[in-house]
């Protein structure tokens, strides 16, 4: 699984980028078949905001979430990514 991580208006830390691929080891576990992982992360005003595409067999799921802090943000979006694989898992694997 390849994570690629850009910052808009935020410059990419070490610990950010340690924190993202973490938390995206999770989803490989769930799923095997991830191919690529785009993760955006931006400022606006005060509010921090993680977005991130996720390339599987067969889809494309997107999730982004809202936060005042970008490490909980990120783990906000991470669960929200955890749950459409999982859907998209058990939807595949019930007509199969």
Do not use: P, W
């Amino acid at each position: 699984m390849q994570v690629i991580v850009t910052g808009h208006h935020l410059e990419i830390t070490d610990s950010l980028r340690v924190h993202i691929n973490s938390r995206f080891e999770k989803l490989g576990r769930h799923f095997d078949n991830v191919t690529d992982v785009h993760v955006i992360l931006s400022v606006e005003k005060l509010m921090q905001k993680a977005e991130a595409t996720v390339h599987i067999n067969g889809a494309t799921v997107f999730a982004e979430d809202h936060q005042e802090d970008m490490y909980s943000a990120i783990d906000d979006m991470v669960d929200k990514l955890d749950r459409q694989i999982t859907k998209h898992k058990e939807k595949v694997s019930s007509h199969r």
